[in-house]
């Protein structure tokens, strides 16, 4: 008489060992270009909160001939906007604005670091540098340049 012998079912232990190798390796390269994405994303906001301000700077310079001080108007302290990941400032006196981040609640690249963007007129032409002192100069935002 013969006797039946059940079919195997199922994943073996090996196979399900594989399955959470690649797993594994798949995370290890994802997980780095997502913490890269999310600091930039972050500092992408600081730059973009500066908009306002730098428009505000570079109408009163073409109108007054100067830089507005924080008495005369407009008052570019108004322009000081605090957001999710920053808090930007104006330095009347030469129309500096500073996007700082903070110390908390962003990535570790982040954390503490400074993107400057410093006026210059040249033959009526209005243009903003921008600076930054990031150590890990991939997350910089286009056209920002590590200070010197």
């Known amino acids: 008489m013969k006797t039946m012998t059940q079919k195997q079912q199922g994943f073996t232990l090996i196979e399900l060992m594989i399955v959470v190798a690649i797993i594994g390796i798949l995370a290890a390269i994802a997980l ?6 999310t600091a930039r994303a972050q500092a992408s906001e600081a730059v973009s909160l500066t908009a306002a301000a730098k428009t505000g700077i570079a109408e009163y310079y073409q109108s007054e001939g100067a830089y507005p001080v924080k008495d005369g108007t407009p008052d570019v302290t108004a322009f000081g906007v605090t957001g999710t990941y920053s808090v930007v400032t104006v330095e009347t006196a030469t129309g500096v604005i500073s996007a700082k981040m903070n110390k908390t609640g962003v990535s570790k690249d982040l954390q503490d670091r400074t993107f ?27 056209g920002c340049k590590a200070k010197a």
Not at 120 to 131: E, L, N, P
Request: include cysteine.
């Open 32 to 37: 780095p270009a997502y913490q890269d994405y």
């Open 116 to 142: 400057t963007f410093t006026p210059s007129v040249k033959d009526g032409a209005f243009k903003w540098t921008c600076t930054h002192d990031l150590v890990n100069k991939a997350i910089a935002p286009k």
